[in-house]
Nanobody, 127 residues
């Protein structure tokens, strides 16, 4: 399993932007499908965005479609989440996750399940 460390969270006003990064350890990162999840206070953790190994396609939750973008740089062992037009309801702890078993050939399960998780980074959007 890879070790994952998120960064880039913070406080931003509504309508602003943030870019989250998730750095992975190990030399097998390129074989991992990656995802971003978030957990708001008092709520369950939910899927936000996913990208398979190779990064040829992406998949988003309806709540963030058109505002967020997931990307990966395998040379840097990093996956990103660009968040634009942020809303107060985007306030949450954001987690990145990785797994190799959710992608096989042309089959990909963007929502997981994921075996490797980061510790999370707080994003707060003020109104």
């Amino acid at each position: 399993q890879v070790q994952l460390v998120e960064s880039g969270g913070g406080l931003v006003q509504a309508g602003g932007s943030l870019r989250l990064s998730c750095a992975a350890s190990g030399r097998t990162f390129s074989s991992y499908a990656m995802g971003w999840f978030r957990q708001a206070p008092g709520k369950e953790r939910v899927f936000v965005a996913g990208i398979p190994n190779g990064g040829s396609v992406t998949y988003y939750a309806d709540a963030v479609k058109g505002r967020f973008a997931i990307a990966r740089d395998d040379a840097k062992n990093t996956v990103y989440l660009q968040m634009n037009m942020l809303k107060p309801e985007d306030t949450a702890v954001y987690y990145c996750a990785g797994d190799r078993s959710i992608v096989s050939g042309s089959t990909w399960y963007p929502r997981g399940p994921f075996a490797s998780w980061g510790q999370g980074t707080q994003v707060t959007v003020s109104s």
